[in-house]
T-cell receptor, first 113, second 113 residues
Framework: EAGVAQSPRYKIIEKRQSVAFWCNPI?????LYWYQQILGQGPKLLIQ????????DSQLPKDRFSAERLKGVDSTLKIQPAKLEDSAVYLC???????????FGQGTRLTVV | QQQVKQSPQSLIVQKGGISIINCAYE??????FPWYQQFPGKGPALLIA?????SEKKEGRFTISFNKSAKQFSLHIMDSQPGDSATYFC????????????FGTGTRLKVLA
């Protein structure tokens, strides 16, 4: 069974630039999560989708971050404009439903300089 | 923001020894307590998990002990091996509102050969 796919693996951008990350969840998984993992910390939930609807985006900095999950499959997370403190690993995870095990992708390491 | 406190921050164990990592949480609206293992450059992977209706769960060399009244749970790694060297995260899954995972701050384990 293929896992959660994310791209790119690494990205370096200058502050105030924009960046987008892509996630392809495990086939058939209705729930999709985006987490931010700052170096030395645990993952922090940014947004959670159930199919193509947003379930929780309470910790998403909506002035600069946006996410969508068109057609309830792939998802993109965008940052515009980026700040230095956005440097982190962005993890995508998926689950069959909201109360089942979540599987994580390898993440995208973002460095903002 | 609900808190999950994890300790120690780092741990060094001799090969064959027992590694113990502890987590404490602050409220009772959680229904699932997983531990994740993360190797450098990889996403977190589910290691073992427990539900609050049992006090202990064992899978091979890994055991979770759960103390509901104290709001604490711990991971025990028996016969620790160099291949266990990784960062371990505890997590709790909320049941109030939406189901979502809140992670601890992580424990970096190093097992000496």
């Amino acid at each position: 069974e293929a896992g959660v796919a994310q791209s790119p693996r690494y990205k370096i951008i200058e502050k105030r630039q924009s960046v987008a990350f892509w996630c392809n969840p495990i086939s058939g998984h209705a729930t999709l999560y985006w987490y931010q993992q700052i170096l030395g910390q645990g993952p922090k939930l940014l947004i959670q989708f159930q199919n193509n609807g947003v379930v929780d985006d309470s910790q998403l900095p909506k002035d600069r971050f946006s996410a969508e999950r068109l057609k309830g499959v792939d998802s993109t997370l965008k940052i515009q404009p980026a700040k230095l403190e956005d440097s982190a690993v962005y993890l995508c995870a998926s689950a069959q439903s909201v109360n089942t095990e979540a599987f994580f992708g390898q993440g995208t390491r973002l460095t903002v300089v | 923001q609900q808190q999950v406190k994890q300790s120690p921050q780092s741990l060094i164990v001799q090969k064959g020894g027992i590694s113990i990592i502890n987590c404490a949480y602050e409220n009772t609206a959680f229904d699932y307590f997983p531990w994740y293992q993360q190797f450098p450059g990889k996403g977190p992977a589910l290691l073992i998990a427990i539900r609050p209706d049992v006090s202990e769960k064992k899978e091979g060399r890994f055991t979770i002990s759960f103390n509901k009244s104290a709001k604490q749970f711990s991971l025990h790694i028996m016969d620790s091996q160099p291949g266990d060297s990784a960062t371990y995260f505890c997590a709790v899954r909320t049941t109030s509102g939406t189901y979502k995972y809140i992670f601890g701050t992580g424990t970096r384990l190093k097992v000496l050969a």
